[in-house]
């Protein structure tokens, strides 16, 4: 809390958090220092890995619908 008042005082406005290892806030201050062409290539970055994941994932889907697992029995 010490800090937050610390900045306040100074005049600068840097995000903090009250949990000690929290990765939004850690992620929050590292971009708040960072150079804007930093955090442009760790966005694309990022959206690149999801777009990724998001076609390893549908590839798979349409595998398993490919063989279903269940098989209706009409009893009488």
């Given at each position: 809390?010490?800090?937050?008042?610390?900045?306040?005082?100074?005049?600068?406005?840097?995000?903090?958090?009250?949990?000690?290892?929290?990765?939004?806030?850690?992620?929050?201050?590292?971009?708040?220092?960072?150079?804007?062409?930093?955090?442009?290539h760790?966005?694309?970055a990022?959206?690149?890995?999801?777009m990724?994941?998001?076609?390893?994932?549908?590839?798979r889907?349409?595998?398993v619908?490919?063989?279903?697992?269940?098989?209706?029995?009409?009893?009488?």
């Amino acid at each position: 809390m010490a800090e937050k008042e610390t900045a306040r005082d100074e005049g600068t406005d840097v995000p903090t958090c009250p949990v000690s290892i929290c990765p939004v806030g850690m992620m929050l201050t590292l971009a708040g220092q960072a150079k804007p062409e930093v955090v442009e290539h760790l966005l694309n970055a990022g959206r690149e890995l999801i777009m990724a994941a998001t076609v390893f994932l549908n590839a798979r889907a349409d595998a398993v619908s490919e063989s279903p697992r269940l098989e209706r029995i009409d009893v009488d």
